[in-house]
């Protein structure tokens, strides 16, 4: 006899929750997974009913979660999509395919920012940098360069992004085990604007697994990818989430008794650790620790890159009918 929902009594039950110890029927767990959403919105104050939303939209599988979910949680909300176009070969027209067609179906406003378009480099030109296959760290910092931008183009002053508890609670167990306390603070809920540049980012997704993000979206029926980053590395985030994983095998409830420690945490370490000096980068403008910012020093890096090498291809004919005289000569 399969089990019955925990909730509505009837239907069979097909999703096991066992943090939670209980079993839900599909319709059941999508109420379950809205409900999250709205108590999670609320607890934490991170928006008020008033407020345009914006949403980063990847492509993927949290994303579309959390715009429909949202969409669901507060039906008079006003949502717009926010998607940067990183021009990764095959990739990225696959995620634009995607969040094209899950804000059609919802209905909700999109924003796209064309790196290459606008910028003149995609994040695969990275690889002849010397980050070669650590690509995510600039590609990470441009995003949420981007993200601002977009968000500011929009008129938006509230950025919610689908980081899921996994994301949150990896990310937060290797800041900590790095000792890196001013970054441990700005993981926090709700990340209040440094500038006027700058909007404040809200995690609504902070207490759902990764796995039920997935759950909801095939439920609900939302597109999102089915390929891969071809850039996507072993990070030390990935591999402590992956020890978090095997940690949750034998005690269910692991990452959210983590998270519930960490929000704990967050506030004292806030009086305590002193946050390092910031300046205005003199390039954007945007907040940073060093003269020019993390943002323009890496679009610096690739387009310099770029540069050379066109410089390189244009000279290298060149040289190649000199060297040919030469042999001539001899
Ligand atoms: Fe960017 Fe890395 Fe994500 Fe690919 S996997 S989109 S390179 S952060
Ligand atoms: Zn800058």
Request: net charge positive.
């Amino acid at each position: 006899m399969p089990a019955i929902c925990r909730r509505c009594r009837s239907k069979p039950a097909e999703v096991r929750l066992p943090y939670a110890r209980m079993s839900l029927c599909p319709d059941c767990f999508r109420r379950y997974f809205e409900d999250r959403i709205r108590r999670t919105v609320e607890e934490f104050k991170m928006f008020k009913s008033q407020d345009t939303v914006g949403v980063a939209v990847s492509g993927g599988k949290d994303s579309a979660a959390l715009l429909h979910g949202l969409r669901q949680a507060f039906p008079g909300l006003k949502l717009v999509a926010l998607h940067v176009d990183l021009g990764i070969k095959k990739y990225s027209e696959h995620c634009l395919e995607k969040v094209r067609a899950l804000t059609r179906g919802l209905e909700v406003e999109l924003h796209v920012f064309d790196l290459k378009r606008e910028l003149g480099f995609s994040i695969d030109d990275f690889r002849l940098t010397p980050y070669r296959r650590k690509i995510c760290a600039p590609c990470g910092t441009i995003k949420r360069h981007l993200f601002d931008e977009l968000a500011r183009e929009a008129g938006v002053k509230v950025l919610a992004t689908g980081h899921n508890l996994d994301d949150v609670v990896g990310t937060m167990l290797t800041t900590f085990l790095a000792g890196d306390w001013s970054q441990l603070v700005r993981l926090k809920p709700v990340l209040p604007p440094l500038s006027p540049l700058q909007t404040r980012k809200v995690k609504p997704l902070l207490r759902s697994p990764e796995w039920e993000d997935l759950l909801y979206a095939a439920y609900s029926d939302l597109p999102f990818r089915d390929i891969g980053c071809p850039h996507a590395g072993g990070t030390r985030v990935r591999r402590n989430q992956e020890l978090l994983e095997a940690l949750s095998r034998r005690n269910p409830a692991f990452r959210h008794q983590t998270l519930n420690n960490f929000l704990r945490l967050i506030p004292i370490l806030e009086k305590h650790v002193d946050q390092p000096p910031l300046t205005t980068c003199r390039r954007c403008g945007y907040p940073s620790s060093a003269e020019v910012c993390a943002y323009c020093r890496r679009v610096e890096l690739v387009k310099n890159t770029l540069e050379k090498r066109r410089q390189r291809s244009k000279l290298n004919p060149l040289l190649r009918g000199i060297n040919r005289d030469q042999a001539n000569d001899i």
